[in-house]
């Protein structure tokens, strides 16, 4: 059974900076497609950010150039590096990745292993 487990949320101030790492159980999930997703209380999720098994990124439209995805296959963890961040970005950030080799922009569904989340809350 695939394991993913994140790390690296906290408090900071708005404009502050937080690095979230993702860590698989099993080599073979850093070759399929991974993201973070996040969800505020009351909101549905939302994907912030993918990589593609080519290495492709995307980026939701509010992360505007803030955020940056990255993924170290031989440590087998996803990275999501958060700076400026504001107090809206508030939320649990999940990691996602699919089972299989995946490219392109893909659903939620599409993602099948899951991390148990890790909070993010940005507050003065």
């Known amino acids: 059974q695939v394991h993913m487990a994140e790390s690296g949320g906290g408090s900071v101030q708005p404009g502050g900076s937080l690095r979230l790492s993702c860590t698989a159980s099993?080599?073979?999930?850093?070759?399929?497609?991974m993201a973070w997703f996040r969800q505020a209380p009351g909101k549905e999720p939302e994907e912030v950010a993918a990589?593609?098994?080519?290495?492709?990124?995307n980026y939701a439209d509010f992360v505007e150039g803030r955020f940056t995805i990255s993924k170290d296959s031989a440590k087998n963890t996803l990275y999501l590096q958060m700076n400026s961040l504001k107090p809206e970005d508030s939320a649990i950030y999940y990691c996602?990745?699919?089972?299989?080799?995946?490219?392109?922009?893909?659903?939620?569904?599409?993602?099948?292993?899951w991390g148990q989340g890790t909070q993010v809350t940005v507050s003065s």
């Open positions: 996602a990745a699919t089972r299989n080799l995946a490219y392109g922009r893909l659903t939620r569904g599409e993602y099948i292993y």
């Open positions: 990589i593609d098994s080519a290495g492709s990124t």
């Open positions: 099993t080599s073979s999930v850093s070759r399929g497609s």
